[in-house]
């Protein structure tokens, strides 16, 4: 008879195991006899009967290891180092099926531990590896329009960029689908060629993106025509008008419409380009001639209608110097757009002046309506 003792857990118990020896084998009785619960928990090698999870687990009112199921949250494992079953959450990345924990597939996440499922990457995310506790977004020039996704689409898969007609597709990191350059936007592939931003095109404007959270039911995409210097303002990727005397930006602002210190636009006209001031003596010269022509034309009605006897037939000379007079009017109204309206061969005040510049090497602020202006800065 061979008798061995030892102490179990909790302290103060102790346990007898009694073998009788005989000639085909030994048989062990244990005293006092053990539940299967509580064999379990303390063999690695037994199974449950019933086919669950079980683990010692304390129980707050006794203060002892009781060897109870897992949760379905659970599963059980044996610890090697204080020889126990215990009951474990499942880590992140895994969820718990039939008390095992499974790592999640491509595609599904748990970020929690103990999940009893994964959950699908949704639409714009995708996860490539299995058992991951997260998603990653889409790059930018890519998407995945479905959740579940494994990994993400690009952008140049869906449009022939070998066609000169088709226009490019571009999305956002994060997206569900590629969007269709719009007319009034620049798609262009950046080093990597990936299509994942736009930008305006020359004669459009481009409004940051910052700015429209200020904008009430601002557009999806905020491009619109630039109607300052009829179109001119408005230069590709966001960029203003540039002077090609200075080579620098003359307009900033929503739209390009306003002047940069140093440039101004002819009084009366908030739609032309800036132009460059200046000196200021050449602005002050501008602004007392064009003061001078104010008086003179007043000085000349009044001195006509002075001299014109309204008593009796008009005079010839009065006559021709009133159509002449409005004929000056209407002359300047006309030669003043730029030469837009195609008479006179296009001829222009304001190209006179420039010509005028040119020779003299002077601004054109000085002879032309922006001295005012530019003397108000």
Known sequence: VAVAAEWLRPPGMLRFDVRYL????????????QTWRESYCWNQHLTAPDGLNYGLVL??????????????????????STRKRLCESCAAGTETLQGTCRPCQAGYFSDLPGSPKCSPCSAGSFQGFPGQSSCQLCPAGSFSSQSASASCTSCTDTWDATNPEARPRWAAAGSAACETCLVGA????????????????DGFYLFPAELLHTMPQSPLYPLFRCNHGNGLACLKGGRCYVHPETQKEAMTGPMCGTCRPGYAKPIGQPLELCRHCGSRTMN????????????????????????????????????????????????????????DHGLYGGFSVVGIFDMVQDYLGFSSSAWVPEAGACLIQ
């Not at 129980?59 to 090697?80: A, F």
């Not at 000085?299 to 005079?315: C, E, G, Q, R, T």
């Open 22 to 33: 005989q000639p085909h084998g030994r048989d062990t009785l244990k005293y006092p006899k």
């Open 59 to 80: 129980n707050n009112d006794t203060g002892l290891e009781e060897c109870s199921p897992c949760s379905n949250s659970q599963t059980s494992r044996w610890d090697h």
């Open 186 to 201: 620049s798609c262009e592939p950046d080093a990597n060629g990936v299509y994942g931003n736009f930008t305006n095109s």
């Open 284 to 339: 002050f010269l501008g602004l007392g001639l064009q003061l001078l022509t104010v008086f003179c034309m007043a000085a000349f009605l009044m001195i006509v209608n002075f001299l014109s006897d309204y008593s009796k037939p008009k005079n010839i000379l009065s006559i021709i110097l009133k159509q002449f007079f409005n004929y000056t009017q209407m002359a300047t109204a006309v030669l003043s757009t730029g030469g």
